[in-house]
């Protein structure tokens, strides 16, 4: 599986940026998806996951009620919606995908997931 992020920018506090994750390769809806981010100095942490149909999601407490990821299998890509940005939240946004055990289980752990996209910028000015 290939993984290719876009959607990244520089925008100001308060506005909104929509994250996609175009995946390449088969069976995309048997994936569980996730979004993490690494800001300068910091480590790399867990934003939101998806399971493979939807049905299940988890999200990093500081997004929650701002941040939403979906997911289309149709057309083989996740999404990350993010509003009201805080300066904050700058950071490379990086796109995973790995096969989970449970298929209603949504992982946290960055090392147990698969596959990597090359991560797309977020920069957000106050």
């Known amino acids: 599986v290939q993984l290719v992020e876009s959607g990244g920018g520089l925008v100001q506090a308060g506005a909104s940026l929509r994250l996609s994750c175009a995946a390449s390769?088969?069976?995309?809806?048997?994936?569980?998806m996730a979004w993490f981010r690494q800001a300068p100095g910091k480590e790399r942490e867990f934003v939101a996951g998806?399971?493979?149909?939807?049905?299940?999601?988890d999200y990093l407490d500081s997004v929650k009620g701002r941040f939403t990821i979906s997911r289309d299998n149709a057309k083989n890509t996740v999404y990350l919606q993010m509003n009201s940005l805080k300066p904050e939240d700058a950071a490379v946004y990086y796109c995973?995908?790995?096969?989970?055990?449970?298929?209603?289980?949504?992982?946290?752990?960055?090392?147990?997931?698969?596959?990597w996209g090359q991560g797309t910028q977020v920069t957000v000015s106050s």
């Open positions: 998806i399971n493979w149909d939807g049905g299940s999601t």
């Open positions: 390769g088969r069976a995309f809806s048997s994936y569980g």
């Open positions: 995973a995908a790995d096969l989970p055990a449970d298929a209603d289980y949504v992982e946290k752990t960055g090392s147990n997931y698969d596959y």
